[in-house]
């Protein structure tokens, strides 16, 4: 079955870094995209960044760009955003989502537990 | 970027009974490809979010029937033909054809009265 495990989660000061991991399993992983999509606390989903199956093109919300970047390992089957430059309003539940197909950002057919991010000084 | 409004933002339902959530989209989620990607999510207390329709009507493995999504264009709706308990959380559709971003609606509430 399908598994998505995010881990990396923590407290950090504004203007920090903090970097997550998904390890995917069950899947074929080199063969989807992947996502990462937030909750803050209370609140509702954001999506937040795209990564195709292979790694070759990369989205981000606009509230992010230039302070995330999202990457894979295929060969590791993992999933990471690097998050610099952290706000308080980047505080949030992070999910590790997987898309149905390989290209084009449509969906999320599976979801991980999430890990929490909470920016405070 | 597409704006999703979902209504009501709080449903209270009678255990047994029907309930219907409405998701609007600002532009027409129509893709040139022919398909539209809309989908709905539900998220129980504590939960991960766990999708339950793709494509507007396509229910996914595991999903009882009494869920169904229909709905084209700009208007689409999620019916539980029958709640259950089981169905208390938020549910939030979301869209994939216009991008980036990928957008949610705001969530609907269902509780049991």
């Known amino acids: 079955q399908v598994q998505l495990v995010e881990s990396g989660g923590g407290v950090v000061q504004p203007g920090g870094s903090l970097r997550l991991s998904c390890a995917a399993s069950g899947f074929i992983f080199s063969n989807y995209a992947m996502h990462w999509v937030r909750q803050a606390p209370g609140k509702g989903l954001e999506w937040v960044a795209f990564?195709?199956?292979?790694?070759?093109?990369?989205y981000y919300v606009d509230s992010v760009k230039g302070r995330f970047t999202i990457s894979r390992d295929n060969s590791k089957n993992t999933l990471d955003l690097q998050m610099d430059s952290l706000r308080a309003d980047d505080t949030a539940v992070y999910y590790c989502?997987?898309?149905?197909?390989?290209?084009?950002?449509?969906?999320?057919?599976?979801w991980g537990h999430g890990t929490l991010v909470t920016v405070s000084s | 970027d597409v704006v999703l409004t979902q209504s009501p933002l709080s449903l209270p339902v009678t255990l047994g009974q029907p309930a219907s959530i409405c998701c609007r989209s600002s532009q027409s989620l129509v893709h040139s490809d022919g398909n539209t990607y809309l989908n709905w999510f539900q998220q129980r207390p504590g939960q991960s979010p766990r999708r339950l329709i793709y494509k507007v009507s396509n229910r996914d493995s595991g999903v009882p029937d009494r869920f169904s999504g229909s709905g084209s264009g700009t208007e689409f709706t999620l019916k539980i033909s029958r709640v259950e308990a089981d169905d208390v959380g938020v549910y939030y559709c979301?869209?994939?054809?216009?991008?980036?971003?990928?957008?949610f609606g705001g969530g609907t509430k269902v509780e049991i009265k």
């Open positions: 989502a997987k898309d149905p197909t390989m290209v084009n950002p449509r969906s999320f057919d599976y």
């Open positions: 990564i195709r199956y292979d790694g070759s093109y990369k």
């Open positions: 979301m869209q994939g054809t216009h991008w980036p971003p990928l957008t």
